[in-house]
């Protein structure tokens, strides 16, 4: 890639106060990223949702070309790797959620094609029951042949141990940071990180020398969820940024798992909670996982026993009835066309999965598995 278009690539995503959608729109309107700091203030304010505001400051702060400069020679003295929005190799899944960053940077190698990608989060006051958990699913992930990308946030707790529980059974892993790349937080996990460069890599979207933020955290969470196709909730508190993580991978449609834990423990309140309002699926082992997302590699393995005929209730064939209509159907599609709360609906669901009538896709969609 040329070092100038590069300059600007970097730059875009400097303005002060303007974000990745406001970025992408004005890129798109304008026609190209350099276009972005050629642009007349008359010509952006036609932009729509570019008013005054936004069109003073990005002509008052074209010089951050200057900055962007910097980051280039900063990345090649470090061997750091960068993907635009636009660019081929921009992870697919990342791609399809509005507030992506513009660009990333990352240190190691990202071969995401035709790979699939879990996301697991959680309290950084694991407990050893919270840890057997992890380690145990990824163990099984790598056992049973997905050999997944495991993402995570390189912080304290659930995070770590599902790092090093992937680099223990040579599956590549992704660590999202929440400051820039000059950097390792935190610095026991140094070792670690450099594992994970030779096993996937290390991203993060804040240039060299950012401010280290709390709120960064928060940002990075976003990339945690867009990453992956599911997201997995292992130990979290009533409050914490996992649950943060599961709110936003909800937003983007993306699955959202949770491992259960008894309602006594300080750590398994907010899993508790996301299954109890329908926010994640529960889960116990690797087996659901597969199951859940139509991922099983061995069909025979894990079909579903299906009976020649099926007892059903009055409100299960109703259901039944919705899904025939169509091949599948998302939950808010079925809770609409039978004036159902969403709560009713899922436990319904439920059961008919128990029962082997229904399976649940990924992106929260339903469909019958057998003729009734």
Known sequence: MSNNILKYKIAIGLFPGIGPVTAKNIIAYTGSVEGVFTEKKTALMKIPGIGETTANQIIANRNVLE????????????????????????????????????????????????????????TRNATAGGRANVEKLVTDMASSGLNPIIVSGLAFGIDICAHKAALKNNLDTF????????????????????????????????????????????????????????????????????????????????????????????????????????????????????????WEQNSAKRSVQTQLFVDLNEDETKISEVLKQEKNQTIDVICQKLNMTQGKVSALLLELEFKGVVRNLPGKIFELTTNI
Do not use: W
Not at 97 to 112: E, Q, S, T, W
Not at 237 to 250: C, M, P, Q, R
Not at 270 to 283: F, H, T
Not at 287 to 292: A, Q
């Open 67 to 122: 900055i962007a400069e910097k980051e280039i020679h900063f990345i090649e003295k470090n061997n750091i790797k960068t993907s635009f929005f636009l660019d081929q190799d921009y992870p697919y899944l990342l791609k399809q959620i509005p507030d992506a960053p513009i660009l990333f940077y990352y240190k190691g190698r990202m071969n995401l094609e035709n790979r699939k990608i879990i996301s697991i989060v959680g």
């Open 175 to 294: 660590a999202v940071l929440g400051h820039s790349l000059d950097r390792i937080y935190p610095q026991v996990h140094t070792a670690t990180a450099r594992e994970i460069e030779e096993r996937g890599a290390l991203i993060s979207e804040f240039t060299s020398h950012s401010t280290f933020d709390r709120q960064n955290f928060l940002r990075r969470n976003r990339i945690i969820a867009g990453l992956a196709h599911a997201i997995i909730v292992a130990e979290s508190g009533e409050k914490g940024g996992s649950l943060v993580t599961a709110d936003i991978a909800n937003s983007y449609n993306r699955e959202v798992f949770a491992f259960p834990g008894r309602i006594s423990d300080k750590y398994s309140v907010g899993c508790n909670r996301l299954i109890k309002s329908n926010k994640a699926a529960l889960i116990e082992n690797s087996s659901d996982v597969e199951y859940l997302l139509g």
